[in-house]
């Protein structure tokens, strides 16, 4: 294809409305990463919690964003994707903002007398409510926009997009803490996100699924979830999958306590979270290129080795500079098994059940947000705060990640000596 098809390929391949959500989908993800990088830091520091009450407080707000479009897909599906992306907007920017006021002092005679911890439960389920209509609602616009030539080049421009706000976020979070204060990074992602809301009432247009697709109901969905929980195999894979992205959110809970704690506490921790997103944009297509041939099994086995070994470079030498080097190394492994993980959903799901089984993909980042939170504010607390020797934490990561590729490799083994009829 020459670069005359190509951009004949960008004009008319999509709807309009494709890149009104796909760029709505840049902003929320600025606001949800930038706002991210500083959460655990914002919580020990500013608001006074431990590094355990930190972590609980941040697994419910991650585990419930990414568990909740399970069901909130059902609700977007049912509304309209231009009335829920209104109302996913209008609750993150109202979220973000009350987050963001806990700290503020011109706020603190509101919080004064009441239990900050649970205030913050409160406010933290709330916003998470409001961001599990946004993946549905933008994957759903994706589907309904592209035609049959441009889908797959639609959803990779999405992954791209994502990645970009997932990378430009972090980088505004940091020159907003270090002008302003950290608590108004959270005042940056409730603005993005209200800008967001004027966005979609003024341009996007709901287009109709031609291929007249049946939304399941909200019973229908409970009584799927049942399906697949009841699968072993497919939840033996999820939950091991589940270590990968444990060992991953650790990027956001640990990296930036050690950083401040025992590197500098001016460091851009921000920024240095943001190399992974970075190293993703820019190499993305390389390591899809290497491991196209590659079966998907091999992939993700790779995948978790690269990752796992990032932790170890870590180790070796915990400089920023060495941090950053092992992130982007974890970013390399992310991308050699990413691609793939939903192909190898497809295979492991029953036949005639595989759009269903793809549906709950996103159950292993909500399950690793649920424990990795407390998980990583626990062993923090362990090893850098009560037996200071912080350095003990990245060996453990490359521990997990060990297990995640050895459990990987022999539930390869077992299931492929598994008949077909036993799916």
């Known amino acids: 294809m020459n670069i005359a098809e190509g951009m004949n390929k960008l004009r008319e391949g999509f709807h309009p409305t494709f890149w009104i959500a796909n760029g709505m989908e840049l902003f929320e993800r600025l606001a949800y990463y930038g706002q991210a990088t500083v959460l655990s830091i914002f919580l020990r520091d500013h608001l006074h919690f431990t590094e ?19 069901l909130g897909g059902t609700l977007a599906d049912k509304f309209g994707f231009r009335r ?9 920017a109202i979220g973000y903002f009350l987050i963001g006021s806990t700290g503020m002092q011109a706020f603190a005679g509101i919080y004064d007398g009441l239990p900050l911890y649970w205030t913050l439960v409160v406010i933290l389920v709330f916003t998470a409510f409001g961001g599990s209509f946004i993946k549905p609602a933008v994957l759903g616009t994706v589907a309904v926009t592209t035609r049959a030539d441009t889908k797959s080049l639609g959803y990779a421009i999405y992954y791209w997009l ?58 229908e969905k409970l009584k799927n979830l049942v399906v697949v929980l009841r699968n072993g195999r497919f939840m033996v894979f999820l939950l091991i999958f589940s270590l990968f992205w444990i060992m991953f959110w ?26 992974g997103a970075w190293g993703i944009i820019t190499l993305q297509l390389v390591i899809n290129r290497l491991t196209k041939n590659v079966s998907p099994q091999t992939a993700i086995v790779a995948g978790f080795a690269v990752s796992s070994c990032s932790w170890l470079l870590i180790a070796l030498s915990p400089s920023i500079w060495m941090i950053v080097a092992g992130i982007v190394a974890f970013s390399i492994g992310e991308m050699t098994q990413a691609p793939r993980y939903y192909e190898y959903i497809s295979d492991l799901a029953p036949k005639g059940q595989q759009g269903l089984f793809q549906g709950y993909a996103f159950l292993p980042i909500a399950i690793a947000w649920a424990v990795g939170g407390t998980f990583g504010g626990w062993i923090y607390t362990t090893y850098a705060r009560e037996a200071g020797n912080p350095d003990t934490i990245w060996f453990i990561l490359f521990g997990i990640g060990v297990l995640a590729t050895l459990l990987m490799w022999g539930y390869n083994v077992v299931v492929a000596k598994l008949k077909p009829r036993d799916a």
């Open 84 to 92: 829920a992306f209104s109302l996913a907007f209008l609750i993150l």
């Open 250 to 275: 650790q990027i956001f809970i640990i990296v930036p306590y050690y950083v401040t704690d025992y590197i500098s506490s001016d460091a851009p921790f921000e920024i240095i979270q943001s190399a």
């Open 162 to 219: 994502v990645n970009i706000g997932a990378a430009a976020g972090p980088a505004i979070a940091y020159f907003v803490r270090d002008s302003v204060g950290i608590e108004f990074v959270y005042l940056v992602s409730a603005l993005s996100c209200t800008l967001m809301f004027f966005v979609n009432i003024s341009f996007y247009k709901e287009v109709k699924d031609e291929a007249g697709t049946e939304t399941a109901s909200l019973g």
């Open 52 to 70: 355990i009450e930190s972590g609980q407080l941040s697994s419910i707000f991650g585990g419930l964003i990414y568990a909740l479009p399970i």
